[in-house]
């Protein structure tokens, strides 16, 4: 089985390993010069230097056990030496240059590389954004609570139709959806896409111990449009899984009840920026919490206790509620990013708004 290594430990092996050949060969020139000897050819440290410089370049000529010793041995070679060290600022310089970028692909997580695979991604960018998001993600122990993970990346539908977290499972299916610059764009009026994921098939029996959350690129309240949703027997007495933008005022709601239970419906006055912009996370761990977030901050919470069953047995619609197996409520704005899982508690949306702020910013998504 492979070593894992991340992006940070293989890319300082890359630069002490060429740091220590061009260290040790500068050393060799300076002694020949001092003894008036010309200059000889590289001693046997030197070659060795270069070859394993050369091996981390091309990484993708070798299998899993092979990459594993051409690391290994090479991070030895850069660490006996003690003059080889490489700091955070030259290793974050690195990072992102297009050399450092390149060689970040060498490493990736396991779900991104399927992901890439699969969906044929090729940009560079991309996929360097979304392995540090992935392995901060599983560094914070929080992979386990999502379902899915829409990044939105790839030149078109096809690609930003894949879902990150398992490709597998839970594949968005568009109608009358734009692919964008930052992500996909809806109409307004009769758009959507169908995450294939409804809570009753995963086994949920209450609408507890969810989160979903969203990026909106753009400002616009014109009228009612709604992020995500799922309502069951609207005619009579629904189910909803919501968020609403009422048109025209500051307030927008989230709806996680049963039984049309409006009393426990969670409105948020958010006067702090008339368009509300940002990275919106609604999460819920029992029928007595409901919060929203918006850019880390939290923008109101409930915990008078809500009806939370039955849990609508539908397809979560992005773009647009699924009312009872038809589009209602068409959103008209851009999303650069969307997710769904279990419950985060305050801390881990935080961590979480932090890491997908990060994503967006790289890839200019926000």
Known sequence: MAVKYDIDAFLKTYLGAAEKAVCTLAKDQMADSKYDRPCCSYDEKIKEGLFWKFCLENLDCFDDTEQDKVISRANRFAQN???????????????????????????????????????????????????????????????????????????????KKGNLRNIYAHELTFNKVTSSAKGIDFNGTDGHADTNLNFSDLGYTTIEDLHISHYFTEDDRTYRTVPWGAIQDASGTPDYIRMTFDGGTQNYFVDFFADNDLA??????????????????????????????????????????????PVPD??????????????????????????????????????INGVVDTFLTALNKK
């Not at 890439?116 to 996929?127: F, K, W």
């Not at 912009?277 to 901050?297: A, E």
């Not at 008209?332 to 997710?339: A, G, H, L, M, Y």
Request: aromatic fraction near 10%; glycine fraction near 8%.
């Open 314 to 351: 539908l397809d979560l619609y992005i773009g647009s509620h699924n009312t009872d197996g038809s589009e209602g409520q068409s959103n008209d704005r851009e999303i650069s990013f969307f997710t769904v899982g279990k419950n985060l508690t305050g801390p881990e949306a935080s961590y």
């Open 264 to 309: 426990s419906r969670l409105i948020v006055s958010d006067a702090t920026d008339p368009g509300n912009k940002g990275y919106y996370i609604t999460t819920s761990v029992d029928d007595s919490d409901l919060r929203v977030y918006r850019d880390n901050v939290l923008r109101g919470s409930q915990s008078a206790t809500r009806d939370v069953s």
């Open 81 to 159: 030496c003690g003059n080889c060290t490489v700091s955070e600022a030259e290793l974050n310089a690195f990072k992102n240059t297009a050399k450092g970028k390149s060689l970040a692909q060498f490493v990736l997580d396991p779900d991104v590389k399927r992901f890439v695979e699969y969906l044929d991604i090729t940009s560079t960018s991309e996929i360097y954004a979304m392995n540090e998001m992935v392995i901060d993600i599983k560094n914070a122990n929080l992979w386990d609570k999502f379902y899915a993970i829409y990044p939105f990346v790839g030149g078109g539908l096809a690609t």
